[in-house]
């Protein structure tokens, strides 16, 4: 008998869209929601997906009454959290294939990875996530993964025109000039520590130069942290040449437009290998974390951002690496793997 599978976003997880949703597109498979946010703004923003909202009354049982797999961010045992009564209930095992949202380098100093401990099956970008797996003695555990590479790059390529306008009317208008875009995306505050964002965003809107237009992109969960805060810190600085993009799940049309990218255990600097431009990493407070990107970016540890992308040019000089240029291929094709498993995991969801 044909199994039905879906993508699953439970509760207010909107970082959770970029990664859910070209997935969706290439498995032909919904992505459901409970949350009215997350529904909109996938409509708005994901072409050719497709969704259904389902209200919280009704959630649990709809999942898993009407699926036999779902695709979530977070492993079995958190699922079923909340969806074991509905399956003893309704007297049906659902199967969750994990899927990873971004290949940051946090989880390495605490017990993160371990919640995939005995999974049955997990989706990977490439090499790097099973290393990681490895390391931390988890890998030998899965039963069943599937190497599914950038399968992200791939869908903003095919609807790159559809990309294209969003960012020129909600991004590239809001500025006035055609100056260099530094884009922001630091990572939230989580155990490890890993963000940069409260030790270095009072500098970095205080002392950015008339020269460049500045986009930050605050982390859903550093706002939940810190609404207030972030708040007054946004009517604080209103200024031409600075925009904070919330409500805004794309990442690839973003990192294309952009001319520098300054981040710090966001994910989002492995995206950014794709188009081999000016990167600067930010040490957070805890400066035992490591990543593989600290050999092909700039690594900050001061207060000296700006006199840094000054003294160096490297928006200009980075590109002519040739060195630099294959480090960051060698470390893309690491991370993310050519020759997928996606036709493998779309029969196996399927049938």
């Known amino acids: 008998m044909k199994k039905k599978s879906a993508a699953l976003i439970y509760g207010d997880n909107p970082n959770y869209i970029d990664h859910l949703s070209p997935l969706c597109y290439f498995l032909n498979i919904?992505?459901?929601?409970?949350?009215?946010?997350?529904?909109?703004?996938?409509?708005?923003?994901?072409?050719?997906?497709?969704?259904?909202?389902v209200d919280n009354k009704n959630i649990n049982y709809y999942v898993v009454k009407n699926f036999d797999n779902i695709l979530t961010c977070t492993p079995k045992n958190m699922f079923d959290t909340e969806f074991r009564l509905h399956q003893d209930i309704l007297n049906k095992e659902i199967s969750i294939f994990w899927c990873p949202h971004g290949n940051s380098d946090k989880g390495k100093t605490i017990l993160f990875f371990e919640g995939l401990k005995n999974e049955k099956n997990v989706l990977l970008y490439g090499e790097k996530m099973v290393?990681?797996?490895?390391?931390?003695?988890?890998?030998?555990?899965?039963?069943?993964?599937?190497?599914?590479?950038?399968?992200?790059?791939?869908?903003?390529?095919?609807?790159?025109?559809?990309?294209?306008?969003?960012?020129?009317?909600e991004i590239e208008k809001k500025f006035l000039n055609t100056n260099p875009i530094i884009l922001y995306a630091p990572t939230w505050e989580d155990k490890e520590k890993s963000s940069s964002f409260f030790k270095y965003i009072d500098i970095l809107l205080a002392k950015l130069p008339a020269?460049?237009?500045?986009?930050?992109?605050?982390?859903?969960?550093?706002?939940?942290?810190?609404?207030?805060k972030i708040e007054i810190m946004k009517l604080k600085n209103r200024k031409?040449?600075?925009?904070?993009?919330?409500?805004?799940?794309?990442?690839?049309?973003?990192?294309?437009?952009?001319?520098?990218?300054?981040?710090?255990?966001?994910?989002?600097?492995?995206?950014?290998?794709?188009?081999?431009?000016?990167?600067?990493?930010?040490?957070?407070?805890?400066?035992?974390?490591?990543?593989?990107?600290?050999?092909?970016?700039?690594?900050?540890?001061?207060?000296?951002?700006?006199e840094d992308i000054e003294n160096n040019n490297l928006q200009k000089n980075l590109l002519l690496s040739e060195n630099l240029t294959q480090k960051r291929k060698k470390l893309y094709e690491y991370t993310f793997k050519k020759n997928t498993d996606l036709e493998k995991l779309k029969k196996m969801i399927h049938y």
Not at 134 to 155: A, D, P, Q
Not at 217 to 227: D, S
Not at 249 to 269: A, E, K, N, R, V
Request: charged fraction near 25%.
């Open 240 to 306: 031409k040449n600075i925009l904070f993009l919330e409500d805004f799940p794309l990442i690839y049309p973003l990192l294309d437009f952009i001319d520098i990218y300054i981040g710090d255990f966001s994910s989002i600097g492995y995206d950014f290998l794709t188009f081999n431009k000016a990167m600067y990493l930010l040490k957070p407070k805890n400066k035992n974390l490591f990543s593989d990107l600290f050999d092909i970016a700039t690594v900050i540890e001061d207060n000296n951002i700006f």
């Open 131 to 169: 290393d990681i797996l490895k390391e931390k003695n988890i890998f030998h555990t899965i039963e069943n993964y599937y190497e599914v590479g950038n399968y992200r790059l791939s869908y903003y390529q095919k609807f790159k025109s559809y990309f294209k306008k969003i960012i020129k009317n």
């Open 30 to 53: 919904f992505l459901i929601t409970n949350e009215e946010k997350i529904f909109k703004l996938t409509k708005k923003y994901y072409p050719k997906i497709k969704l259904k909202l």
């Open 211 to 228: 020269k460049y237009n500045l986009i930050v992109k605050i982390h859903h969960n550093l706002i939940v942290q810190n609404e207030t």
